[in-house]
């Protein structure tokens, strides 16, 4: 019996994996058996990949051409491309949500039995408790148009779109988890706070440098590493959490259990 984190006889799919968390999936990866990885990417990554597809996942048409170019069978996808708010709404919704959906919804009849989907959402998405109804709603949209229209329409709600995509992704990380199921199939995402990749100088703009060094200092002043990030969703794909469907595994050093268990002080925030 192979070991149970082993990827040396896999096929992988991996959205961004030019740098961050991806990059930093890829060296993983290599150590953990070295699978085939199909990288999707709108640049080419310089790790240890097999196939690049230059790919746009905000764009319909593009993630539809990348996924015809794979051929099944694929054990693990990794939906990890995602952008911050400096980028326009629609943009932030297209790459973080739609984009990811789409590629989910193409690759699951390509995927082996005993499979895994892995998505990379955020802490920042965590907030979907306070407004399932309208989440599960906006998840149910099909058409772009559809989706733009509603955002427009809860414009107070969907803010500058970062936070919001990363709800959508958890919500549609535990509704999904039924469906690729009933194909043996297992979806779950990780939820990461900052991390040190070159995506956070965005975030520094568009959260606030104050809120983002707030969230470090509350988790004991040490940022999340890429690596930190990457080696939780290989867990995720890997038959180690073969009995694992439908979770959103906060990777944050405990900064959500200190907010839910009323720990966290925001004296620093004042
Ligand atoms: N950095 C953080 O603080 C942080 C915190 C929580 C969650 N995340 C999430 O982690 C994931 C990885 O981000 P990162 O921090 O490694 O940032 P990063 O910018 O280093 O990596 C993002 C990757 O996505 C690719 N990408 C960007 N736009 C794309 C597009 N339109 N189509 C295809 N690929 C595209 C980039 O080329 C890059 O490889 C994202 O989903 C992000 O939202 C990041």
Known sequence: MSHP?????????????FSGVG???LEV??????????????????????????????????????ADKIKGPIDVLFNNAGIAATHPLEDVMAVNW???????????????????????????GGQWPAHLQEVLECISLETREELFGWTREHAQLVGDGYAFSKEC????????????LARK????????????????????????E????????????????????AMALAFLGSDASRYVNGVN??????FNAFMTTGQLDFSGLA
């Open 249 to 254: 595994l906060n990777v944050d050093l405990g």
């Open 29 to 66: 990866l290599a150590e953990l058996g070295r699978p085939e990885v199909i990288a999707l990417d709108i640049r080419r990554p310089e790790g240890p990949i097999s196939t690049y597809i230059e790919t746009n996942m905000g764009k319909a048409s593009s993630v539809a051409a990348a």
């Open 210 to 229: 104050k809120t983002m060094n707030w969230t470090i200092s509350q988790i004991g002043g040490t940022i999340a590493s890429p690596r930190d990030i």
């Open 169 to 180: 992704v958890q919500v549609y990380t535990m509704k999904s988890a039924k469906q690729t």
């Open 185 to 208: 199939v297992r979806t779950n995402s990780v939820c990461p706070a900052p991390i040190d990749t070159p995506l956070l100088p965005d975030f520094n703009k568009t959260m606030t």
């Open 23 to 25: 990059a930093a999936l």
């Open 5 to 17: 984190f082993d990827y040396s006889n896999k096929r992988v799919v991996i959205t961004g994996a």
């Open 98 to 124: 739609l984009g990811l959906r789409q590629l989910s919804e193409l690759m699951l009849p390509k995927m082996r039995e005993g499979g895994a989907i892995a998505n990379t959402a955020s802490i920042a």
